[in-house]
């Protein structure tokens, strides 16, 4: 019997009743392994976007450090391309979540972004926005607009 992170469950439950935006937390850089899958021992961000894309889904990281990147795809070059071409900055977080908006809210098309360290994106602020810098603020509005 294959049995599979809690994580995983119960992100694939919430995506299989349509939730439209899932944010998973922990360390993103913690390897994981489920046996049975032809997926070998990976990072966890790694690991995610291999088992979406295994679904369908053209998949994209993110994060400060790297930017955003795709994992290429046989037939993925279009939508990279359409993607890649409207962003001057790819390291820029207001660029790649404003680009991406419309991009996820599309039917026609399975997309997903893995955010890595999205704390750090939108930090928590204990109920005091006011305290968040401008571009925290623009990603945590982001996120929850995603999730509608």
């Known amino acids: 019997m294959q049995r599979q992170p809690k994580w995983l469950i119960q992100f694939e439950e919430a995506r299989q009743a349509g939730t439209p935006g899932i944010i998973l937390t922990g360390n993103t850089n913690d390897l994981v392994y489920v046996e049975g899958q032809s997926i070998p021992p990976c990072l966890v961000k790694i690991y995610l976007g291999q088992y979406l894309q295994r679904l369908g889904y053209e998949v994209f990281y993110f994060s400060l450090t790297h ?6 795809t046989p037939n993925g070059n279009r939508l990279r391309l359409e993607i890649i071409q409207k962003i001057a900055d790819p390291k820029d977080v207001e660029q790649v979540l404003f680009t991406f908006t419309p991009v996820l809210r599309r039917r026609d098309i399975k997309v997903a972004l893995v955010v890595d360290y999205g704390d750090h994106l939108c930090p928590t602020s204990q109920g005091m926005n006011a305290v968040l810098a401008p ?7 982001t996120f929850h607009a995603w999730c509608r």
Do not use: M, S, V
Request: charge should be neutral; proline fraction near 8%.
């Open 67 to 72: 930017g955003l990147q795709h994992l290429p």
């Open 135 to 141: 571009q925290h603020l623009f990603a945590l509005q």
